[in-house]
């Protein structure tokens, strides 16, 4: 009887606040768990020539999957935000309820404050989850599919990435990492002039790990002399290499297995060698832009789901969010490729996305009566 009475003297926006809530993550963690589902299947299907060809174990599969669901979920957050809110203020537009609360004197945007709050809400979430999570269970993921799925031996799984450092007057090419034996393999070393032409390269067959640094037992020195005439001899000299296999293994790595702090780390150490860091700056403002993605979902729902003739119906919700989402998502793959071609700054090929979609949801969302 008490909870009743409290109930009863609770401030109507107060109970709103709770009725509205409570749709919203009733229906954002089915949705969620739908599109995630989706999303494995499509994965699924575009891998099946390589899964079949492989005779990779069920075990290897169900895996495989397992650890990628992370990054799956991460990329579905956005629009099951948007699919929630559509279909959660939809289906009181559609049974007349917002009229009733709107008459009350209660305005459209105090009623979509609970989803507001709810999306800053699953911003954090989702920026904690990238954080934790993702990194971790994506690199499990691609170690999986490269070494029991792909079939590929260990001591190779880094070697598919030829990696380019720079070094004091050279750049270094290392064909293959093996980050369990802390070796190199294949090592090509251009050692150039100060004006940066050829003045002679190293090719080192192998190079280990020691407390010492990289050694090597053998390698090949090529000179070039001021005619062009290249002399080749034998030499013991080690590789001048100063990164440590812990910074070989950043390079090696697929963005997605790295964390904020992780891209600082490799754009702080590529910047003090001199090379050009644009790439990793992109993917760092798209870390720090891509959480974001809740919010601005939410205010680009609230309009259409406010509309009676579009209200309600699941089909249509659905309809409308792949509609929106499929634009942002092709707006922003398309300034992310932008920007990693360096034809626009970083910050702006991550951020223009969710600014143009801001202030359209801004516009729409302040002039709803």
């Keep these: ?43 699924f299907f575009d891998r099946i020539g390589t899964l079949l060809d492989s005779g990779a174990s069920i075990s ?11 990054l799956l979920i991460s990329r579905a957050i956005g629009f099951a935000t948007l699919f929630s809110t559509l279909f959660c203020l939809g289906t009181l537009a559609r049974t007349h309820e ?69 070094g004091d007057n ?30 002679g390269l190293m090719e080192i067959p192998k190079a280990r790990w020691t407390k010492e640094g990289w050694k090597t037992d053998a390698a090949t020195e090529w000179s070039v002399s001021a005619d062009g ?30 964390t904020f702090f992780d891209l600082q780390k490799q754009i702080a150490d590529m910047k003090s060698k ?18 974001f993605i809740s919010p601005l979902m939410v205010l680009l729902a609230i309009p259409f789901a406010l509309k009676r003739q579009m209200s309600g119906s699941v089909s249509l919700s659905f309809g409308i969010a792949m509609v929106i989402g499929f634009g942002y998502w092709v707006l922003a793959a398309f300034c992310v490729s932008l920007g990693h071609s360096g034809a626009i700054p970083p910050w702006l090929s991550a951020w223009v996305p969710n600014g143009i979609f801001a202030l359209i949801g801004l516009f729409f969302f302040t002039a709803e009566e």
Aim: proline letters at 4%.
């Design 1 to 43: 009887m008490a909870s009743r009475i409290r109930f009863k003297f609770l401030p109507i926006a107060a109970i709103l606040d709770r009725y509205v809530a409570a749709g919203f993550i009733r229906i954002f963690f089915i949705s969620l768990a739908v599109v995630t589902v989706l999303y494995v299947t499509v994965d």
């Design 60 to 70: 290897s599969i169900l895996r495989y999957f397992f650890y990628k669901s992370p």
């Design 98 to 166: 917002i009229t009733a609360i709107r008459a009350g004197g209660i305005t459209v945007q105090r009623i979509a404050l609970p989803l507001l709050i709810l999306s800053i809400v699953v911003c954090a979430f989702t920026f904690v989850w990238n954080e934790s999570l993702v990194p971790i269970f994506t690199h499990n993921a691609q170690t999986i599919y490269k070494t029991e799925i792909k079939n590929k031996q260990q001591q190779s799984l880094l070697g598919t990435h030829d990696i380019w450092i720079r």
């Design 170 to 199: 050279s750049f270094i090419n290392i064909e293959n990492f093996d980050a369990r034996a802390n070796t190199l393999e294949n090592v090509t070393v251009f050692l150039l002039n100060r004006d940066f032409s050829l003045r």
């Design 229 to 258: 005439t290249i002399t080749p001899q034998e030499s013991k000299k080690n590789p001048p290499i100063s990164e440590t296999p812990e910074d070989l293994a950043l390079l090696a790595r697929d963005v997605e297995e790295f």
């Design 274 to 291: 001199g090379i050009d860091a644009t790439y990793y700056e992109v993917d760092l403002q798209t870390k720090l832009a891509f959480p």
